[in-house]
């Protein structure tokens, strides 16, 4: 396992959290306050936001980064956005990257907010967000105020290395060094300085010898201050640099998508959260492709393992899944996907992805067949995983939502003319200029994206007028229940192109159904069946494309989502819009290096440099006839 990755070993138990006599939250795990019993507001503000010289120090910044260690009850939060709501600059985004390894839960950090009144409006909007247990970043959005949070949940010196920002302030509000000196080791302090930028300041409480010493050791320059209430002093470090903003970067002025699918929509949608208007270019309109079906899923692909996919999966679905509730519950036409026992293999697996802590603790129920008939309303032969917050969504009313009007243009090519890209029509007319392109064309990606490596796979969905379950299924294919009837399919045929329905195909997604749920099957009038055909693109590695094009400054791709549209294309496009803009992403940069569209050539490089190596040591073996005398 990669050193910066997340530890798969922390705990997810209940934070262990107690009331002292006062009613002020301790843990009792670091016999230590989480703020201030005389006056934990007042202390965060002397602290911490008195002490990293704001609001001064974002004044005139188009964006300001602040990191914290220690999330606790979301107090510092909460001072730090109300003073930002008073002291915006014009524009201005605020990114705030926190880290805990003990989630308070939602009830606890209510009860620890509740004495603050002239804080309860923007407590309500962090708690509204606030996320639970399972390891990894959690994303928070506060887009009227231009506050964006990301919240790792998990031990600091694995938080810090898979951050990608550099922070302009730090609050290093851990427990005591001497009670948690894990948080505070000589490796941490490196991070923080890595991630630090030019004049950034850090604060804390603690005017412990160990921490001055080691920020010292770093680079900072360590000063003692007055403290606040009974604690006589509390430290102050600068980072070497100017502390004066220095010109920001340029922001694109116009900025092209291509495609109004979901992946277009959820750009668009990212980069107007940032406060930029984009133009989206499709000559069919919305959901021409595989958005355009009925209803789509929400769900995670189920992956054991540690690595990218696994993270990507399990952080998307939460995020796609707050998202559409928040923003467009219009949309959700039914929430709980039932995941089949198909293979023998399935119920092991399953047993053990129940318990799997990149996920919350209730998304999954393990339900034995009898559980899943009654659930299904149907006789039903397989058990399975009851995804629980897996949504069923109606793709137009996202598309609605999200997209801005549309350009009806086939965009057929791109070139660099004057320091902008030209959008050209497949006549070589230039249909538009732009500084930033986002290529989200699903299956015709590969032809804007210099021959992007992607699979593309052909699949046709039926539909079964009046038929009736109770219950959204998924394993080999899927079920969806909708108004008027019964969606299900899809057949999956790699490199076919034609989107004509098919009767055979129809036929083929009856015999799919007819294993995953033989007594809805037998209500089907296969000659009665409705259908739509549509083609999609995958990632050759079975993981979407997100990212910057090598060599083709300002074009980014979305792509490769495969049947996971709905499910990464919220976080994925925040993603692209965060790095196209200079923004912190809200990816841990090893999974999006994962995404990034050069790692297909990376690995052709790689592979023939291998292969280069062999060759050139069988020359010097004669005896096999490959090189010399």
């Known amino acids: ?229 009974r604690k006589r002093e509390r430290l102050e470090a600068v980072w070497p640099g100017p502390a004066a903003p220095s010109p920001p970067p340029p922001r694109p002025a116009r900025i092209a998508i291509i495609g109004a699918g979901i992946a277009g929509a959820a750009l668009a949608r990212a980069f107007a959260r940032l406060g930029m208007e984009t133009s989206v270019y499709d000559q069919t309109g919305p959901g021409a492709g595989g958005s355009g ?90 058990g399975g995983l009851l995804i629980k917050r897996a949504l069923v969504l109606h793709p137009a009313a996202v598309l609605k939502a999200w997209l801005p009007k549309l350009d009806p243009a086939k965009v057929a090519s791109l070139s660099r003319e004057c320091e902008a890209w030209a959008l050209r029509d497949s006549d070589g007319a230039v249909i538009a200029l732009a500084d930033c392109v986002c290529i989200a064309a699903g299956a015709g990606t590969s032809d804007l994206a210099m021959g992007l490596p992607l699979q593309i796979v052909r699949g046709q969905v039926s539909l079964a007028p009046e038929a009736v379950t109770t219950g959204s299924i998924s394993a080999s294919g899927y079920v969806i229940p909708m108004p008027g009837g019964v969606l299900f399919g899809a057949t999956h045929d790699r490199d076919q192109t034609g989107t004509e329905v098919r009767a055979i195909d129809n036929e083929r997604n009856l015999a799919q159904l007819s294993g995953l749920a033989p007594h809805l099957a037998a209500q089907i009038d296969a000659n009665r069946l409705g259908a739509r055909a549509s083609l999609r693109a995958a990632g050759l590695d079975h993981l979407p494309v997100a990212g910057a094009l090598e060599g083709q400054d300002g074009v980014f791709v979305l792509g490769g989502l495969g049947a996971r549209g709905f499910t990464l294309s919220p976080l994925l496009a925040e993603h692209i819009a965060a790095i196209a803009l200079g923004h912190p992403s809200p990816l841990p940069h090893w999974v999006g290096q994962a995404l990034e569209p050069s790692r297909f050539e990376r690995r052709r490089l790689k592979r023939q440099a291998h292969a280069n190596r062999s060759l050139s040591g069988n020359r010097l073996r004669p005896e096999l006839g490959l090189g010399g005398q």
């Not at 989630?103 to 509740?114: M, N």
């Not at 300085?193 to 320059?221: D, K, N, Y």
Request: proline share 6%; glycine share 10%; with cysteine.
């Open 293 to 382: 079906n009925p209803a789509a899923l929400v769900t995670p692909r189920l992956d054991l393992g540690d690595g990218a996919s696994a993270h990507l999966h399990a952080q998307g679905f939460d995020h796609a899944v707050r998202c559409y509730g928040r923003e467009t519950p219009e949309a959700i036409l039914d929430q709980g996907v039932l995941q089949l026992e198909i293979h023998p293999a399935d119920q092991d697996r399953f047993d053990r992805l129940a318990d799997l802590d990149l996920f919350e603790t209730n998304d999954f129920l393990r339900l034995t067949a009898a559980q899943a008939s009654q659930h299904l309303g149907q006789a039903q032969d397989h």
């Open 1 to 229: 396992m990669s050193q910066d990755r997340p530890d798969p070993l922390m705990p997810q138990d209940l934070t262990p959290l107690v009331w002292d006599q006062n009613g002020v939250p301790r843990s009792s795990l670091y016999g230590d306050v989480y703020f201030s019993a005389e006056n934990g507001l007042g202390e965060s503000e002397a602290v911490f936001l008195k002490g990293c010289n704001l609001p001064e120090a974002w004044a005139d910044r188009d964006r300001f980064v602040v990191g914290e260690l220690g999330l606790g009850t979301g107090l510092n939060l909460l001072a730090l956005i109300r003073l930002w709501r008073r002291h915006r600059p014009k524009g201005g985004h605020l990114h705030i990257f926190t880290i805990e390894a003990h989630p308070l839960s939602e009830a606890q950090a209510r009860r620890a907010l509740a004495g603050w009144p002239e804080i309860s409006d923007l407590a309500e909007c962090l708690l509204a967000q606030w996320p639970g247990q399972a390891r990894g970043f959690h994303r928070i959005s506060l887009p009227d105020l231009g506050v964006f949070i990301d919240i790792a949940i998990m031990e600091a010196l694995s938080a810090l290395k898979a951050w990608d920002g550099r922070a302009n302030a730090w609050f290093l509000d851990g427990f005591s060094p001497a009670t948690n000196p894990q948080m505070w080791r000589a490796e941490v302090l490196e991070q923080i300085a890595a991630h630090s930028a030019p004049g950034a300041v850090v604060a804390t409480f603690t005017v412990a010898g160990a921490v001055r010493r080691g920020l010292a050791e770093q680079g900072f320059a360590v000063a003692k201050r007055p403290g606040f209430g």
